[in-house]
């Protein structure tokens, strides 16, 4: 702890470089962003698959609730752009449905893991001492149990559902935000207008909420899209595992474990289709977030 | 002031201790970084405390304003301790006494808009509504200079100048009888200066406050102060008006200060009387703590450190070989 | 002052730096000219954002990417501008020494303070080991460390910044270059430690018949510690001429300004502060006339519209229509050198 302020380690001297990026800051991470191709292509393709998955089926309608075994496995051919799979549902369809649980899910976890996990470390880097241990040593416990045997074992205590999916993968995921926002309040608690709130006697949990976390905001943001990435994955992990939701709903994952049953038999519509959309999504998230992550200037300065 | 009336701040015989940087458990011995400090501020007045960094005399802003506990002694408000006020009585004792920050591209959150900044102080204490909130910040950011139209701007399209006068809005937004002012210009540029330090003086004049200014610039000092205190190394080593107390100190670290400080006449350089570096704070020299770096440092000075004396009204200083005669005790 | 009758090592004539931002450009430093002879100090003043920081980084050949350098700048013989980093790499620490404000990231964390200092000897005469070694250590005690042997094995974070500044001063100059750069040298330091250091800058420059360039925006740094000053404001220079003339005798408005907004010793207590209304020009968008020409009390209409040519009177140089009359100019002591 620095008993001092060091007298002027910046002189007045500014440069007028920083000045002038200083003035245009507020929008100068999202122009940064919108310059960067691939990012923005990243942007393009999960709204795109947004799009395909929620408003896909009001323009293709099929059947997703009954079997029709007599038309299993058939390819691709007309009326049926993507074939069938192997209890006769329609595999474009079965896409979308998947589709919509797939994000849900990933969008719900990542949802679920940031708020907790920001809430967790604001609150353990700015109030410090002895709670900022404790709460620390609960992540560092929680992180030495491997992930997915503690998501295996709440996948089968509790009951599949969308929701039950959402609060299993978001309660595994958020230890790394906790440990990221603790160590951005760590370092803005010492900030002058954090002490200045602190003279004027505002009350700890308004400081973290209006000067840590809304300061700490590239971090979150960018954490946030590497969990929608995540969550996809250890979904489609899960569902891999037979732990997803229970049939006629779907996910890609599930799609893609259940099409690997008949990979030696020629029937590529089923594998590739669910395949590339979790390849695709879990991309667009890690461009979107890489490209974020350069707009903020994360890696360098902070905001 | 009347004599009896208790000095609106006072700090008796404060002391204040930091771990020394250890792991999680902070072990390690414990650095004092103020000694036995005692200092008055009367409203309406400025007192002054200038020394170089790591002298403490941050930490005693801070523990001014109620940033920092004291390890030992107190902080008495109008004459009454903090420690001996109940809760109610503290809280509102809190916004008696406000800070001006040294970094104006540090005092101001960035991500809020500057009406958001001055309210703020007004929004925590509570009981006044929202369009009294409104009005007053108006009011507040008038007084300073800023554009009712600059409200709703973020800190980063201002200059140095201009956020330091959010900073001195936001701190008079409570009407706080003493304003504690850490380095508040030192960051700014030399003509910005002068515009913050008369606005400060307009301040003073207008609402009768005090202030606390902590600086390591003795001229700003010397010009804005009515009572100075040199510290260096936690201690204060002489104190007085600074009119006399700059153009004849007694003791010799002030005579080095004042000599190594830059004058904008030519062919004048800085002078360096003293030699050697800082000592460091967890291992304070015993004795006078000067004396490893002071050029009539003798054996005395080791043996025992010096008790302040009186050198002129209101100026004392604590060194065993002073620069000129101490008045009889 | 009698100038030296011989020629300069540094000679910079019309030099532009543009700064490409994404959003527009910033014309940091616009047609600016001077001169520094061996063995002289010129000193750079201005406040935030007129330039003189990205004139010195100009100077050492250290502007980023997106900058655009125009005009000459001419280290002996040889031209600087346009030449390719390889080639300003071996100009860099051999010819031109460095010295920054921060001492703290000056130096690297990571390595020992005798490799630091001793690198640059190693990269351009390629000095053995041992023999940089040897070199370091003579440097670290000519600039005032005390037991150098010792410092070798440190690292940077051991040292106190007064230390650590004289550390980054013997690197800078263990090539003996023929120019220093020093900008802000002092800044972060101490009152104290700045005196000392700037004390050792006054020793090198004599000892080592160095050309320096001191950028500061302290007066007073400027007034005890240079020969030449010159005043820059908005990217452009304002005046320049000996220390001992711009301070009695300052010609252009803008120096006039600054020099009376000053705090000293000498300022009445509690008196009002002379103070500069406004704020610098936008560099992105500098207009036709004089910059200060906003914010000058003396400003006509020809000062708004066009840029005033500079006039000269015995290397006193200022670019001012209505400048400060002539004073008497006082009995000042000259600077030491």
Same mark, same amino acid.
């Given at each position: ?41 990243g ?12 408003a896909? &089926? ?13 038309l ?6 007309t ?96 230890l790394?935000?906790?440990r ?15 002490l ?29 899209t ?16 037979g732990?997803?939701?229970? &049939? ?12 690997l ?12 289709? &669910? ?29 | 002031m ?22 999680w458990?902070?072990?390690g ?34 523990l001014?304003?109620?940033?920092e ?24 004792a809190?916004? *008696? ?6 970094d ?16 703020? @102080?007004?929004r ?5 509504? =929202?369009?009294?909130?409104?009005a ?18 973020? @800190? ?7 956020r ?14 003493l ?15 002068s515009?913050?330090?008369n ?6 004049? *207008? ?49 080095a ?10 062919? !004048? ?5 003293? !030699? ?9 020299p015993?004795?006078?703590?000067? =004396?490893?770096?002071c @050029? ?34 | ?36 002879r ?7 003043v ?8 990205t ?14 350098t125009?005009?000459?700048?001419? $280290? +002996?013989?040889?031209?600087?501008? +346009? ?14 020494g ?32 041992a ?13 005032? $460390? ?12 051991e040292l ?35 005196a000392?250091? $700037? ?14 360039l ?27 001429g000996a ?10 408005r ?22 500069i ?20 009390p003396?400003?006509s ?30 009995r ?6």
């Amino acid at each position: 702890m620095s008993l001092e302020n060091v007298a002027t380690v910046r002189g007045p001297e500014e440069d007028a470089l920083a000045a002038q990026a200083d003035a245009a800051a507020g929008g100068v991470w999202l122009r940064a962003f919108t310059r960067n191709r691939l990012a923005v292509a990243g942007l393009v393709v999960i709204v795109a698959l947004l799009l395909f998955s929620f408003a896909g &089926p009001l323009f293709y309608h099929t059947d997703q609730i009954h079997t029709r075994l007599a038309l299993e496995t058939l390819p691709p051919g007309t009326g049926r752009p993507l074939g069938t799979d192997d209890v006769g549902y329609d595999e474009l369809g079965r896409l979308m449905t998947g589709g919509q649980t797939t994000l849900e899910v990933a969008f719900g976890a990542a949802a679920v893991a940031v708020v907790l996990g920001v809430l967790w470390g604001a609150t353990a880097g700015y109030v410090g001492g002895l709670l900022d241990g404790l709460m620390m040593r609960v992540v560092d416990a929680l992180l030495a149990i491997p992930a997915l045997l503690l998501l295996l074992f709440l996948a089968t205590v509790f009951r599949p559902s969308v929701l039950m999916l959402i609060i299993v993968v978001g309660v595994t995921a958020w230890l790394v935000p906790a440990r990221l926002i603790r160590a951005e309040a760590l370092s803005l608690r010492g900030r002058e207008y954090v002490l200045a709130a602190k003279t004027m006697g505002v009350r700890a949990p308004t400081i973290i909420f209006r000067h840590i976390i809304t300061n700490s905001i590239g971090t979150i943001l960018v954490n946030a899209t590497f969990q929608v990435a995540d969550a996809i994955l250890v979904v489609a992990a899960l569902s891999f595992l037979g732990l997803g939701i229970a &049939p006629p709903a779907t996910n890609w994952g599930a799609m893609l474990s259940g099409g690997l049953n008949y990979t030696f038999s020629g029937f590529w519509w089923l594998t590739y289709p &669910p395949g590339v959309a979790i390849v695709l999504t879990v991309l667009a998230f890690n461009v979107v977030g890489d490209g974020l992550r350069d707009a903020f200037g994360l890696d360098t300065r902070h905001g | 002031m009347n004599a009896g009336e208790a000095p609106l701040l006072e700090l008796v015989g404060v002391s204040k201790d930091y771990r020394g940087s250890g792991l999680w458990s902070g072990a390690g011995a414990p650095v004092r970084a103020v000694s036995g400090v005692s200092l008055a501020v009367p409203a309406g007045t400025s007192v002054g405390i200038v020394g170089e960094s790591g002298c403490g005399k941050s930490t005693l802003g801070r523990l001014a304003v109620g940033l920092e506990k004291p390890t030992e002694g107190d902080v008495r408000l109008r004459g009454t301790p903090v420690t001996a006020m109940g809760r109610r009585e503290r809280r509102a004792a809190r916004y *008696e006494i406000q800070m001006m920050f040294q970094d104006p591209y540090a005092a101001l959150n960035p991500r809020m808009t500057l009406d958001r900044i001055i309210e703020e @102080p007004l929004r925590a204490r509570g009981g006044i509504s =929202r369009a009294d909130r409104r009005a007053r910040v108006r009011r507040l950011a008038d007084e300073v200079g800023i554009a009712a139209g600059q409200l709703s701007r973020y @800190p980063r399209e201002l200059s140095g100048g201009q956020r330091q006068r959010v900073g001195l809005a936001r701190a008079l937004a409570t009407s706080p009888a003493l304003i504690v002012a850490d380095e508040p210009v030192s960051a700014l540029d030399v003509s910005v200066r002068s515009q913050i330090l008369n606005l400060m003086a307009d301040l003073q004049a *207008e609402h009768h406050i005090g202030y606390l200014m902590v600086s390591h610039d003795l001229t700003v000092i010397h010009y804005f102060t009515d009572q100075v205190a040199v510290m260096y190394l936690g201690t204060f080593v002489e104190s007085g008006p600074p009119g006399e107390l700059f153009r004849a100190p007694a003791h010799h670290y002030t005579r080095a200060l004042i000599d190594a400080a830059p004058d904008p006449v030519p062919g !004048r350089p800085a002078a360096t009387t003293i !030699r050697g570096e800082l000592p460091s704070a967890a291992a304070p020299p015993s004795g006078c703590r000067f =004396r490893t770096r002071c @050029p009539a440092a003798r054996a005395v000075c080791a043996a025992q450190a010096p008790a302040p004396r009186a050198f002129g009204p209101g100026h004392q200083a604590a060194c065993h070989f002073p620069l000129k005669e101490a008045l009889p005790a | 002052m009698s100038a030296p009758a011989t020629a300069p090592v540094l000679r910079v004539t019309g030099l532009d730096v543009d700064i490409k931002l994404p959003s527009a450009v910033v014309r940091a430093v616009q047609d600016v000219s001077l001169e520094v002879r061996a063995g002289e100090t010129l000193g750079v003043v201005g406040e935030s954002g007129c330039g003189k920081s990205t004139l010195a980084l100009a100077l050492a050949g250290l502007l980023p990417a997106e900058a655009e350098t125009r005009g000459s700048i001419r $280290l +002996g013989d040889r031209e600087l501008v +346009g030449l390719r980093e390889r080639e300003l790499r071996a100009v860099r620490g051999a010819e031109v020494g460095i010295v920054f404000q921060d001492p703290m990231t000056s130096l690297n964390p990571t390595k020992r303070i005798g490799a630091q200092v001793g690198e640059a000897l190693r990269l351009q005469r390629g000095a053995s080991k041992a023999a940089a070694l040897r070199a370091a250590a003579d440097m670290l005690d000519r600039v005032g $460390l005390p037991r150098p042997r010792e410092q070798l094995d440190r690292f940077p974070h051991e040292l106190s910044g007064g230390m650590r500044q004289r550390a980054v001063i013997a690197s800078a100059l263990i090539c003996e270059p023929k120019v220093l750069i020093a900008d802000e040298p002092t800044t972060a330091l101490d009152v104290t430690t700045q005196a000392q250091i $700037l004390e050792l800058f006054d020793r090198l420059s004599a000892e080592l018949g160095m050309a320096t360039l001191l950028v500061s925006h302290d007066m007073g740094v400027v007034a005890g510690h240079t020969s030449r000053v010159f005043v820059m404001y908005a990217g452009r220079e304002a005046e320049t001429g000996a220390t001992g003339t711009i301070f009695a005798a300052a010609r252009h408005r803008y120096t006039g300004a600054l020099l009376g907004s000053i705090l000293r010793m000498e300022t009445p207590r509690k008196s009002r502060l002379g103070t500069i209304p406004g704020r610098p020009p936008d560099l992105t968008a500098p207009g036709t006339g004089c910059p200060f020409a906003p914010r000058c009390p003396a400003a006509s209409a020809e000062c708004a519209s066009r840029l005033p040519a500079a006039s000269e009177e015995d290397g006193h140089r200022w670019s001012c229509y209505h400048p400060l009359a002539a004073q008497e100019t006082k009995r000042v002591p000259e600077a030491r050198r």
